[in-house]
């Protein structure tokens, strides 16, 4: 089967609208991009991740919807164009897209990923790179985490600087349950893993089985009525956002045992300070790593000094 890109380039006001519109009109997918990508007139969107960026389009956009071959485009722009007050339809180009072995060209791009010493993250379709190393086999999917992302890194490398058999260990927006699994392979005791999303949570217990890991997955309401509702942890680790983060001060402090450690990530090196300050009531925190303008924060309750950070003969991989 192929299909036909249809191409449109036009403002930003309409970029947005333009391409729900599409969608409505019977379009399989649209992406937007930057039409003055590659020369002066660039500019770049950016975004926390997980946050909405102030702009969903550039000045000058491009809107490429995706169509049957056999579709009528000049209809289903006609129509698009009309759902969103526009006089008459915006010029637009076409061009073919030749059928692929779309899995394979997918699979294609996710290579294994090693990190820290002796840490690789593996997808299915591949053979492991080194089979005595600590191997975590994890697809990419719908819950955050496969190594690939700076916090994630960070926060496993931590662990493995710091493994503790037999400690318990909290891993609260687990996403796709990769730093629970990281603690389970550096034997840790008890580990549990939480997160809003229902979704991340059958997806952790399914890598986790896949991992030959025991975890407990929960989400946050049934995590407090289960037996862990008044625990506290040896290790409290939380790869999320600032924003809640902060928010979440009191709750994950509380969480730490006395003498137990707290790793935050998800939190951008400018954002270090106001991450820290909330939780210095309760934890001194400090920067422990610092990867592509990331950071992972750590603090030991009970300590009475900043935590020290990594050492420069261990840098990231």
């Given at each position: 089967?192929?299909?036909?890109?249809?191409?449109?380039?036009?403002?930003?006001?309409?970029?947005?609208?333009?391409?729900?519109?599409?969608?409505?009109?019977?379009?399989?997918?649209?992406?937007?991009?930057?039409?003055?990508?590659?020369?002066?007139?660039?500019?770049?969107?950016?975004?926390?991740?997980?946050?909405?960026?102030?702009?969903?389009?550039?000045?000058?956009?491009?809107?490429?919807?995706?169509?049957?071959?056999?579709?009528?485009?000049?209809?289903?722009?006609?129509?698009?164009?009309?759902?969103?007050?526009?006089?008459?339809?915006?010029?637009?180009?076409?061009?073919?897209?030749?059928?692929?072995?779309?899995?394979?060209?997918?699979?294609?791009?996710?290579?294994?990923?090693?990190?820290?010493?002796?840490?690789?993250?593996?997808?299915?379709?591949?053979?492991?790179?080194?089979?005595?190393?600590?191997?975590?086999?994890?697809?990419?999917?719908?819950?955050?985490?496969?190594?690939?992302?700076?916090?994630?890194?960070?926060?496993?490398?931590?662990?493995?600087?710091?493994?503790?058999?037999?400690?318990?260990?909290?891993?609260?927006?687990?996403?796709?349950?990769?730093?629970?699994?990281?603690?389970?392979?550096?034997?840790?005791?008890?580990?549990?893993?939480?997160?809003?999303?229902?979704?991340?949570?059958?997806?952790?217990?399914?890598n986790a089985e896949r991992n030959r890991c025991e975890i407990d997955f929960f989400v946050p309401n049934d995590f407090v009525a289960s037996q862990h509702g008044s625990e506290r942890f040896d290790i409290v680790?939380?790869?999320?956002?600032?924003?809640?983060?902060?928010?979440?001060?009191?709750?994950?402090?509380?969480?730490?045992?006395?003498?137990?450690?707290?790793?935050?990530?998800?939190?951008?090196?400018?954002?270090?300070?106001?991450?820290?300050?909330?939780?210095?009531?309760?934890?001194?925190?400090?920067?422990?790593?610092?990867?592509?303008?990331?950071?992972?924060?750590?603090?030991?309750?009970?300590?009475?000094?900043?935590?020290?950070?990594?050492?420069?003969?261990?840098?990231?991989?």
């Open positions: 089967m192929s299909w036909t890109e249809v191409v449109i380039e036009i403002a930003r006001e309409h970029a947005e609208g333009l391409s729900d519109a599409l969608m409505e009109a019977g379009a399989l997918s649209v992406s937007v991009e930057d039409a003055d990508e590659g020369t002066d007139a660039e500019r770049p969107l950016f975004g926390e991740p997980g946050m909405v960026p102030e702009q969903a389009a550039w000045d000058h956009s491009r809107v490429v919807a995706l169509t049957d071959v056999d579709a009528d485009q000049a209809a289903i722009i006609a129509e698009a164009a009309a759902a969103i007050g526009l006089a008459q339809p915006p010029a637009f180009t076409t061009r073919a897209v030749a059928d692929a072995d779309w899995v394979r060209l997918t699979q294609s791009q996710f290579e294994p990923i090693h990190i820290g010493k002796n840490i690789w993250v593996v997808p299915s379709w591949h053979e492991a790179p080194d089979p005595d190393a600590l191997i975590l086999e994890v697809d990419p999917g719908l819950a955050f985490g496969t190594g690939s992302h700076p916090t994630t890194r960070l926060c496993m490398e931590w662990l493995e600087a710091h493994p503790k058999p037999g400690s318990s260990v909290l891993d609260y927006g687990c996403g796709s349950g990769i730093l629970a699994m990281v603690a389970k392979k550096l034997d840790a005791g008890a580990v549990t893993g939480v997160d809003i999303d229902e979704q991340a949570i059958e997806s952790a217990k399914l680790v939380a790869n999320i956002l600032s924003s809640p983060l902060k928010l979440m001060a009191p709750m994950l402090s509380g969480r730490v045992a006395d003498g137990g450690s707290l790793i935050l990530s998800g939190v951008l090196a400018r954002q270090a300070e106001e991450v820290a300050a909330a939780y210095a009531p309760f934890i001194k925190l400090g920067v422990w790593a610092e990867l592509d303008g990331w950071v992972a924060l750590h603090g030991q309750l009970g300590a009475a000094g900043a935590p020290p950070s990594r050492s420069s003969g261990e840098g990231s991989n």
